[in-house]
Nanobody
Framework: QVQLVESGGGLVQPGGSLRLSCAASLINFSIRTMGWYRQAPGKQRELVASITGGRTTNYADSVKGRFTISRDNAKKTVYLQMDRLKSEDTAAYYC????????WGQGTQVTVSS
């Protein structure tokens, strides 16, 4: 059974930074394309960043230039560095294998507010 454990969320002022972590119990983690998703109240879950096994990254336009996704294959962990946070970044953040049917973890809440 896949386990995904997200952490690092919290309350931060606009313009601030947070670093999210996701520990994944996945076979062949190093070759999986991993993604960070977010879901704001009343909205659908959206993919904001992804990283391939070869460390090619992609970002949603809304976060490009502000968020950075990375991975540590030895620790089976994927990270999301979030800088210059905006109120519209407020959401629950989740990680998962991109385009998989894996169940979701509990997520980590990010609230950007003054």
């Amino acid at each position: 059974q896949v386990q995904l454990v997200e952490s690092g969320g919290g309350l931060v002022q606009p313009g601030g930074s947070l670093r999210l972590s996701c520990a994944a119990s996945l076979i062949n983690f190093s070759i999986r394309t991993m993604g960070w998703y977010r879901q704001a109240p009343g909205k659908q879950r959206e993919l904001v960043a992804s990283i391939t096994g070869g460390r090619t990254t992609n970002y949603a336009d809304s976060v490009k230039g502000r968020f950075t996704i990375s991975r540590d294959n030895a620790k089976k962990t994927v990270y999301l560095q979030m800088d210059r946070l905006k109120s519209e970044d407020t959401a629950a953040y989740y990680c998962n294998v991109v385009n998989s049917n894996n169940s979701w973890g509990q997520g980590t809440q990010v609230t950007v507010s003054s």
